[in-house]
């Protein structure tokens, strides 16, 4: 069964299948109003729920709209308003969603629960966020480098900020796409322990960005940080704010992402984000091809 369950458990050749396959995808796409359907139908006659956990605009409009676009239909499910909210067990929900859907993406707090929802689930399961990573965004965004500058094999990427679970997600990538990637940020907010190995660390921001062909952050306060720690972790990382001084550091043509929601001028200024290096809209955009072509990988398509 293809779940995919994070960019380190997926195989490096499915992986490019399905950055390959979702510029494909768009290409074809261009010019259309969005509810077209695809002339290729992966998901005809196929059911899929969206369970969130937590709040989404990208992921759930995304995944909506491509599985709509790819023939097929969609429950939107709250997990406060199931009763795997009220005690019922993750296996159990697993196995009965089983009996109603073809496919689950799912979005929530702990790991835990979406392994295990892929355990008892006869069906593939797709990881929309955890607090651990974030991997069909960083598809996304991999995907969107190379439209804009081609192979991100042996780019220089550079992340500025907490070592939260967006970062994880490329520290995977870096692995699997085989670029070089350097976190940058204060000691107390490094990534976890377990993806030691996958990057470098620069403390100096100025000195990290050098040479950079992507420079990327993300919100300080992430959805299951406690808002008690809002101002120490904006002191913290006041040194890391992605701004026009900081991308004068980087290669005259690097990049800059953020996968959005922003909190503007906190981790980037307005005139990074709206600028000549931002690529932003385009990473959200390309949520939409890209989680496409993970569900079609999923369903064996
Ligand atoms: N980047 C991202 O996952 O956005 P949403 O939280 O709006 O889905």
């Given at each position: 069964m293809n779940h995919f369950l994070d960019i380190h458990k997926t195989d490096a050749a499915d992986l490019r299948q399905i950055i390959d396959g979702a510029r494909a995808t768009k290409e074809a796409r261009?010019?259309?109003?969005?509810g077209t359907p695809d002339?290729?139908?992966?998901?005809?006659?196929h059911m899929v729920a969206l369970i969130f956990e937590k709040p989404s605009t990208r992921t759930r409009v995304s995944f909506d709209l491509g599985v709509r676009q790819m023939g097929g239909q969609t429950m939107v499910l709250s997990g406060s308003e199931m009763q795997l909210g009220h005690g019922e067990t993750i296996a159990d929900t697993a196995r009965v969603l089983s009996r109603y859907v073809d496919l689950i993406m799912m979005r929530t707090f702990e790991e835990q629960t979406l392994l295990e929802m892929a355990e008892f689930a006869d069906v593939p399961v797709i990881n929309s966020l955890t607090n651990r990573s974030h991997p069909c965004q960083i598809m996304a965004d991999v995907m969107t480098f190379e439209e804009h500058?081609?192979?991100?094999?042996?780019k220089k990427v550079v992340w500025s900020g907490d070592g939260n679970n967006v970062f994880a997600s490329f520290a995977h990538a870096a692995q699997r796409f085989d670029f070089d990637l350097t976190f940058t940020g204060p000691e107390p907010l490094d990534?976890?322990?377990?993806?030691?190995?996958m990057y470098q660390v620069e403390r100096d921001p100025f000195k990290a960005v050098d040479g950079a062909d992507l420079v990327v952050t993300d919100t300080?306060?992430?959805?299951?940080?406690?808002?008690?720690?809002r101002e120490r972790r904006h002191n913290q990382l006041r040194g890391y704010q992605v701004n026009a001084d900081l991308m004068a550091?980087?290669?005259?043509d690097a990049l800059f992402m953020h996968c959005l929601p922003a909190h503007r001028n906190d981790e980037a200024t307005s005139e990074v984000m709206d600028?000549?290096?931002?690529?932003i809209f385009d990473e959200a955009e390309n949520r939409l091809h890209a989680q496409k072509a993970i569900m079609r990988w999923c369903v064996g398509g």
């Open positions: 261009k010019g259309q109003p969005k002339a290729d139908q992966p998901l005809k006659n500058r081609g192979p991100i094999a042996g990534p976890e322990e377990a993806l030691d190995g300080w306060v992430s959805m299951h940080d406690p808002q008690s720690a550091h980087a290669k005259p600028g000549p290096h931002s690529v």
